[in-house]
Nanobody, 126 residues
Framework: QVQLVESGGGLVQAGGSLRLSCAGS????????MSWFRQAPGKERAFVAG????????YYVDSVKGRFTISRDNAENTVYLQMNSLKPEDTAVYYC???????????????????WGQGTQVTVSS
């Protein structure tokens, strides 16, 4: 069974930090585009950050640039999202996603992704 399992979410005060992890199982994701999305209550799921399989391209949505860092460990089949200087508007369910796209482009649309995790809640209090 192919799975992506997120962990690391929680409640944090504004200005704090969290590190999300997404572990893949059932197959290797070492050649997959890996990204993080988030969905706030009443809003659509939106792209946050993505990293190509070779790590040669990384892309962030403007609202998290300079605060969030995406990374991956292909040997561990895991992708991470380090979130610093968190703001209340970062509150959302965060999802990990994988796309079997073996080029060098970071895609930002949900329909480009083949696998999704179940999500982890991040709540930032003011």
């Amino acid at each position: 069974q192919v799975q992506l399992v997120e962990s690391g979410g929680g409640l944090v005060q504004a200005g704090g930090s969290l590190r999300l992890s997404c572990a893949g199982s059932g197959r290797t994701f070492s050649r997959s585009l890996m990204s993080w999305f988030r969905q706030a209550p009443g809003k659509e799921r939106a792209f946050v950050a993505g990293i190509t399989w070779s790590t040669s391209r990384i892309y962030y949505v403007d609202s998290v640039k300079g605060r969030f860092t995406i990374s991956r460990d292909n040997a561990e089949n895991t992708v991470y999202l380090q979130m610093n200087s968190l703001k209340p508007e970062d509150t959302a369910v965060y999802y990990c996603a994988a796309a079997d796209r073996y080029d060098n482009y970071v895609r930002t649309r949900t329909y480009d992704y083949d696998y999704w995790g179940q999500g982890t809640q991040v709540t930032v209090s003011s």
